[in-house]
């Protein structure tokens, strides 16, 4: 299975689904607001939220599956695979029970309850939360398909059907609303489009693994065991992150009020979209570094080490470039995107974005931890990380307000990662810190130094008075940079390597690769 391939590949559906995804939110939620009204949707909103905090109960098997499943079809051993896939599927049926007797609590209990809600709002709200919880349900199940998918690296057949269905929702959505339809329509038509998707998530399992069978009798609770001893620690991690980042609004409204949240969620948004934009590869790598440490490969460790490497330069090279020309810029963004009034979150901004760099960068150490076995380790200080951040942000917003909060949270991520992970990491792969750096971080640091000097002589010459101008002159400034990176940045190995990289994507592209046309259950070609 060409690795190269299903990393490109992946990751380019990985950026077209983000894409679709930004493109339809930007155009669809002034569109649902002003079709629906701020109550309606609000209201739908609500129902939303009420169903988000169930997806906690995955416990973490997604993770710990992967990581099993991985494993398995590294050794070759199909039945195991199919063992793991039936089992687990009986596991999220349990649960995704267990999600709807949990919605339908709220449906009879808490929604008559809720403040300042009508008796016909209650009555809507009670219809958007079953059917958002029929589609909770049922999606536990499902889970199975793109574990499958997803061990065998085929990431890019999970993005495309994620990628259609979203198309179809936002399509379905705005005809809707067009032809006058209200929320119970667009949510009941959603939740049937998600539905059916689960058919293109079980072809791509199938197309990924051919010999995909779930049975029954298959189930083996040795094997939860097996796979719960790693996913309560990868459970620990998602407990962690809703504290890292979804807390510091609450802190800010408790100790200075709804405005303050408002200012600082623009900070935050801004942030979120620098992680995303560059954590795409990340997102990927997880399953590739189980199967190099299951193999039994002479080369396993040194390939370990080459996709550390390669994979913080690269993630490094993106955030960083990212990062120079959202702070450069982020004056201007902020006060063309929001208007008046919001200028207190550039330096909370600033803050969080260094953060996000360390978030990024680390990511693929935090890959090979995971899976190498060093998933205890990551739990532990993800968990201090997030009481650190939320124990920081409580005393330090008193004094610094909102800039306080973004300190709090950005402290302890670049101690954890840069001074205890990282290290462990370079352990794992037997490279020494020294070395990891020099290989990863010069490159990008060239590129930063040339990008602030073109972003500085820009602003200065240009003020840029529209979003198309940020835009503009953020794409110059960025532009600066990856040249900078590439010329000054690599030896002539790494450039070469990376073109070679490039012209096998372009090459797989063109010719279109055998494992898209292949036939179910031949073998797969090996590059």
Do not use: K
Not at 160 to 187: D, P
Not at 313 to 335: K, Q
Not at 402 to 408: H, M, Q, T
């Amino acid at each position: 299975m060409n690795v190269a391939w299903n990393l490109i590949a992946g990751t380019a559906t990985r950026y077209l689904l983000l894409a679709v995804n930004v493109c339809l939110g930007i155009f669809l939620m002034p569109y649902t607001v002003r079709h629906l009204g701020t109550a309606e949707y609000g209201l739908w909103m609500l129902a939303a939220s009420m169903t988000a905090y169930f997806q906690l109960l995955d416990l973490g098997y997604g993770s710990g599956l992967v990581r099993h499943l991985a494993a398995a079809d590294a050794q070759g051993d199909a039945a195991l695979v199919n063992r793991l896939l039936s089992t687990f599927a009986i596991v999220y049926a349990g649960i995704g029970l267990v999600a709807g007797a949990g919605i339908a609590s709220l449906v009879i209990w808490a929604l008559p309850h809720f403040p300042r809600l009508t008796p016909s709002q209650i009555a809507e709200a009670r219809f958007v939360l079953v059917v958002l919880g029929v589609r909770v349900a049922v999606g536990f199940p499902m889970t199975v398909f793109g574990a499958a998918t997803t061990a065998r690296q085929r990431f890019a057949l999970t993005n495309l059907v994620a990628t259609a269905t979203a198309l179809l929702n936002g399509a379905l959505t705005f005809g809707l609303l067009a032809l006058g339809y209200r929320v119970r329509a667009v949510v009941t038509a959603s939740t049937a489009v998600s539905l059916a998707s689960y058919v293109g998530y079980a072809w791509a399992a199938r197309r990924a693994f051919p010999d995909f069978r779930l049975r029954a009798a298959a189930f083996s609770m040795p094997l939860v065991r097996q796979v719960t001893a790693f996913s309560m620690y990868t459970f620990v991690i998602d407990v962690a992150v809703q504290i890292n980042f979804n807390v510091d609004n609450l802190v800010i409204g408790a100790a200075i009020g709804t405005a303050a949240v408002a200012v600082f969620a623009v900070a935050l948004r801004l942030a979120d979209f620098q992680r995303q934009v560059c954590n795409q590869l990340n997102g990927l790598m997880f399953p590739i570094v189980v199967r190099f440490n299951a193999s039994d490969e002479p080369r396993a460790l040194e390939r370990l080490r080459g996709l550390m490497v390669d994979g913080t330069r690269i993630a490094l090279t993106l955030v960083l470039g990212i990062t120079v020309c959202l702070m450069t810029f982020a004056e201007p963004l902020i006060s063309r995107w929001m208007g008046p009034g919001f200028d207190a979150s550039v330096l909370p901004l600033s803050v969080l974005a260094v953060a996000g760099i360390v978030l990024v960068g680390q990511g693929p150490a935090d890959n090979i931890l995971l899976g190498t076995g060093r998933h205890r380790l990551v739990a532990y200080v993800a968990l201090g990380e997030a009481l650190t951040n939320l124990a920081l942000s409580v005393v330090l917003v008193r004094y610094y307000g909102i800039l306080g909060v973004a300190i709090g949270t950005a402290v302890p991520v670049v101690v954890a990662n840069l001074f205890i992970l990282q290290p462990a990491a370079c352990r794992q792969v037997r490279l020494r810190l020294p070395d990891f750096v020099r290989a990863v971080a010069v490159g990008p640091g060239v590129g930063a130094i040339v990008a602030v000097v073109a972003g500085a002589a820009l602003r200065l010459a240009l003020p840029p008075q529209s979003i198309a101008a940020v835009v503009l002159e953020g794409a110059v400034v960025g532009g600066a940079y990856l040249i900078a990176v590439w010329i000054f940045g690599f030896d002539q190995a790494v450039r070469t390597r990376y073109l070679t990289y490039a012209r096998h994507a372009f090459v797989s592209l063109v010719a279109v690769p055998d494992s898209l046309t292949r036939r179910p259950g031949a073998t797969p070609a090996t590059i």
